[in-house]
Every structure is written in C-alpha cells, then in structure tokens.
C-alpha cells in the first residue's frame, strides 16, 4: 500500500490536477482505490456502462477499438475521464499489455472532492480537445481513404466500360499503405489486360486472312476466266507497246 | 518514259481517290509534271479534292471517249487551284459528272484501245512523268486495262475482313496481267493496331510488298473531302507517310 505521501505526489504529477491546490488533493487521495491488473486483462470495453477513471501508477494499456489500437498510455496518464464527465457507454476498450497498477476514481468521489474545481475541469477539457482533434484527424483521413477506394473501384467500372485512364489512379498509386499497392497492382494488371487484349484482336484478324484463301481462289477464277479477261489478255502486249510508243 | 502507276482498291470508301491526289500533290511538289486521271467514271469525285467545281468542267474523259474532244482539251492544269508552291504542275482529266453521261458509258462500254491511244497521247501533249490512274473499285473491264498498262499498281486497303478477301483477288488477278511491281497501302488503321504488325502480317499474306501503314487520324477525318490534307497539314506524320507511298511508286 501506498502511503498518503506517495498518492499525493503521483497525483501532483499528473497534468489534470498540477494546479490543484496539496488539500484538496490530499482529499482525493483518499477517494483513490487500488486496482492492479495482469498482462493481457481488459480494464473496461468498448459499450460498456462507465462510472469512474483511472490513473495508471505503474505498467502500460492499449486503447483500442476492435482490432485497431487507438494508444498506448504509461506511467501517470489519465484514461476513462470522459465516462466520469458523461454518463455514457464507453466509446473505445482498454487492456493491459503488462501488469499495470492503477488508482480509480469514482464518479461520485470526483464530483464530491474535484468536481467544482475549475482548474481541474479547465484541464480535463484540454485532454478532451485533444481526443477531439485526433478523432477529426482520424475521420479526415478516413474519409480520404474512401474517397480513393471509390477511385479503384471507379476504374474497374471504367475498365469494363472501356473508358479505363491509368493516370486516374496515379494519387491513389502514390500511397504506401496497403491500398496504395492495391492501386499500383490495379494499374500493371489493366496495361497487361489492355496489351493482351490489342494482342488477341490483331490474332483474330490475322487467322481471318487466312481463312478466306480458298473462297479468293473462286472470285480470281470467276475474273480470269471470263472472255472479257481472255481478250485483254491477248492484247495486253500490243496496249503496252501503244504506251511505250513503240506501236502506233 | 513517264511512270503510269495505277491506284485501286477493291471496295469504297477505303480513301484511294484521298491517297492518289495527296501522292500527285507531293510528286508535282518535287517537282514532276504529274497527270490524274479520274476513271472512276461511275462515281467521280477526285475533282472536289482538287477544289473543282462540278460547273467549272468543260469536257471530260467522257467527251474524249465519244470523240467530242481531243485529250487535250479535257486535261485540266490544277496547280493554281492549289494555292500551294509547287515545283511541277499538276493535270486532272475529269469524269463526267452528269448522270446521263455516265449510264451511256455503262451501256457502251469503251474501246481499251482508244483509251490507251489516248493515254499516250496525253503523256506526250503535256510531257508528263508521271500518269497517275484513279481506278473504280472493283474489277471491271477500265480497271484490269489500267492495271495492263501501269507501270506500278498501288492497291488501297483497309484493315477489315472485306478488304482482305477483295485486296486478295486483286493481287492474284493483277499478277495474271504481269503488272511490273505491286504496292499495298493499309489505310485507316485504328491506332490501336501496331504498324509494324499489321505491315508484317499483310506482307506475309499477300506476299506483296507494304508501301505506308495510314493511321486513322481525326485531322483526316475532319478534312473529309474538303481538301488535300498533305498541303493542309504538311508537318502531319500522315503526309510523311503519304511522301513514303509517294517514294514507293516512284522507286
């Protein structure tokens, strides 16, 4: 057990209440409870009802919101605040990646010592905006990242159309992520459709050419073989030699 | 002796009479007095190409055939029509392009050999080096005589399955007439065909030698009928392809 000295000090260490005055956090020391949890062990989950924070004394958590991690928080960070503020489900889920200490703080031991302080509020509403801020962050790219995957799935509907420009995914190519290598897969694999395609085309007339000899072979005879042809035939000299001037 | 090398192609539409007067229009830029005939006798229209009017003919081969008029008076000297500095000049002899002159030519037929009289005579009058002979597609009885006397006949195709088989008959009938040397020129080719592969491909098939693989061009398609592309676009890689066919024919 910690002795009251002890909580004070980590408490003064923690940047919410680093304006609060030694007895007032000297009061809330005595509200603090104890909670140790081992590797792996969810503290709380996401939709969970939520009535208390936690202050994380020693060890480290993962805040995450199904399989994608949030944060990693350490030694003296504050995480639950907002359940404390608002009597809502919790919006992400936190674990412990090793064993953790922590001090939890009761919503009504809050409000009964720290509610009113200003400078306590003044603190938590940074910590908020800060959250704010990563989660509009987070949706702008997120919505960015929409907005290029409808780009690879334009060009798809523009490649059966026949209307595919590789350079509509060149942005999207230009990402290192895995939708990025997406794109780039997309582009070779449209220029190889593309060739093979031209390639087949040319292939099918080529063969067409060749199939046609025998019917050719009847058309010259039915030429060749009419007295029309014979006759020009026989006079082909004497009309040669008009034009070379060599006959009158 | 002048060249007389003769332009056909099995079907319309394949841009014969466009390739003939772009050829002539070069060779008489180089230099060479250069005379076009228009056999094509049963749907003139080389005429337009060279910017004359229907009403500015006076005789035409026709007149010539039915001794109205000496070749002469029907070969029409073009080269200012042109508005373009040529070194050489440039004749035309029109067809009829009156409906009824046209069935009568249909209906009699022409002597093969008045014809050539009059070819000759025309090459002598106007000291021509080159005669070039716009042909009417298909192989009737004017064609297979241009072909006997030509010196070269360049065939017009295009890259489709009709053109083919025609191009085909074509070639084996014209080497039953022992015509000198032989030049297939592939026009309107959609760009998405290889050049090269498709001059391969052709040569190996007909065993006859490619003179110029025509790109499709949307220039050309815009020009239509209205002009001689190789002076409206002189810089176009169509006219240096054009200048190719012309080299061919020559060579």
Known sequence: ?248 | MARIISVHSFRGGTGKSNTTANVATLLAAEGHRVGVIDTDIQSPGIHILFGLAGHEIAYTLNDYLWGRAEIGQIARDITPNLEADLRGRLFLIPSSIKAGDITRVLREGYDPEVLTRGYRKLVEELQLDVLMIDTHPGLNDETLLSIVISDVLAIVMRPDQQDYEGTGVTVQVARKLQVPKMWLVINKVPEIFDAADVKSRVEQTYGCDVAAVMPLTNEMVTLASSGIFALRYPQHRLTTLYRQVAAALMG
């Open chain 1, 1 to 248: 057990m910690l002795s009251t000295i002890d909580r004070l000090i980590i408490l003064k260490s923690i940047s919410i209440f680093s304006e609060t005055p030694d007895d007032v956090l000297v009061e809330v020391t005595s509200q603090l409870k104890d909670h140790t949890v081992n590797t792996g062990e969810v503290i709380f989950e996401k939709g969970e009802l939520g009535d208390c924070l936690y202050i994380i004394v020693e060890g480290e958590v993962r805040v995450y919101d199904g399989e994608r991690t949030l944060n990693h928080l350490g030694e003296r960070a504050v995480f639950g605040e907002m359940a404390v503020l608002d009597p809502a489900p919790r919006s992400t889920s936190v674990m412990a990646t090793t064993e953790t200490r922590l001090f939890r703080l009761d919503r009504d031991s809050f409000y009964r010592s720290i509610g009113g302080r200003v400078e306590v509020l003044y603190r938590i509403i940074h910590i908020l905006c800060q959250h704010l801020r990563l989660r509009i962050d987070d949706s702008a790219e997120d919505y960015k990242y929409m907005m290029q995957f409808a780009r690879v799935t334009a060009a798809a509907v523009a490649v059966e159309a026949g209307a595919y420009e590789s350079s509509s995914l060149d942005e999207v190519a230009s990402r290192t992520d895995a939708l990025g290598q997406l794109a780039r897969v997309f582009q070779h694999m449209a220029a190889e459709v593309y060739a093979r395609e031209q390639r087949l085309q040319q292939q099918v007339q080529a063969l067409q050419i060749e199939l046609s000899a025998a019917k050719q072979q009847r058309q010259v005879a039915e030429i060749t073989e009419t007295t029309h042809f014979q006759d020009l035939l026989a006079k082909a000299s004497s009309l040669r030699a008009i034009m070379e001037g060599t006959k009158e």
